[in-house]
């Protein structure tokens, strides 16, 4: 089993920038991809961005050259860095890791005021 759990979330205006963390309960390096989830109110949970074990990073259309997502595996921490955001970024972001089976961080508020 795999626990996940977020921070960094907040409220932010327009342009600005947050870095959200993601600590795993045990080696991301087994764990393999780790993933960045967002929900907005009234949509469905949509893949933000991904990095594989190998340091490899794909990333939604819409934050591509505004979020970077990284690892630590010597520290089990997956982050993202989100630059210029904007209201449209506004939701819960979860950590999601899938090791056997999905899991998921309990999630981290954004909002984002224009």
């Known amino acids: 089993q795999v626990q996940l759990v977020e921070s960094g979330g907040g409220l932010v205006q327009a342009g600005g920038s947050l870095r959200l963390s993601c600590a795993a309960s045990r080696s991301i390096f087994f764990i393999g991809a780790m993933d960045w989830y967002r929900q907005a109110p009234g949509k469905q949970r949509e893949l933000v961005a991904t990095?594989?074990?190998?340091?490899?990073?794909n990333y939604a259309d819409s934050v591509k050259g505004r979020f970077t997502i990284s690892r630590d595996n010597a520290k089990n921490m997956v982050y993202l860095q989100m630059n210029n955001l904007k209201p449209e970024d506004t939701g819960v972001y979860y950590c999601?890791?899938?090791?056997?089976?999905?899991?998921w961080g309990q999630g981290t508020q954004v909002t984002v005021s224009s």
């Open positions: 999601h890791a899938t090791f056997g089976a999905d899991y």
């Open positions: 990095i594989s074990r190998d340091v490899l990073a």
